[in-house]
């Protein structure tokens, strides 16, 4: 299974940017799907999941009510919908996704899928 994401780019501060993940599998069926974002020097850090039969959501501290992610099972894609950007939001964002949702799902070594990641800018 792949997951390939969209939607990364450059924003201003105090603005939005909606990125995509989709799985390349149709009949792939993930207990849960996220993101993590992560800068240069540092750790791969969590943003937030999505349950996929009950549609959690779970976030970052940082996040603080900023973002939203959804889903369409139809497409197997998950969105992340980020609202009131900041400059410390520059990051790779990276799409994740797990067959089991038993692990600490703040950690990245949680999730056996991954897409490529994509660049997220915001600028002043």
């Known amino acids: 299974v792949q997951l390939v994401e969209s939607g990364g780019g450059l924003a201003q501060a105090g603005g939005s940017l909606r990125l995509s993940c989709a799985a390349s599998e149709r009949t792939f069926s993930p207990a849960v799907m996220g993101w993590f974002r992560q800068v240069p020097g540092k750790e791969r850090e969590f943003v937030g999941i999505i349950t996929w039969v009950s549609s959690n959501t779970y976030f970052g501290d940082f996040v603080k009510g900023r973002f939203t992610i959804t889903k369409d099972n139809a497409k197997n894609s998950v969105h992340l919908h980020m609202y009131f950007l900041e400059l410390e939001d520059t990051a790779v964002y990276y799409c994740?996704?797990?067959?089991?949702?038993?692990?600490?799902?703040?950690?990245?070594?949680?999730?056996?899928?991954w897409g490529q990641g994509t660049q997220v800018t915001v600028s002043s």
């Open positions: 994740a996704a797990s067959r089991t949702a038993y692990n600490d799902l703040r950690r990245p070594d949680s999730f056996e899928y």
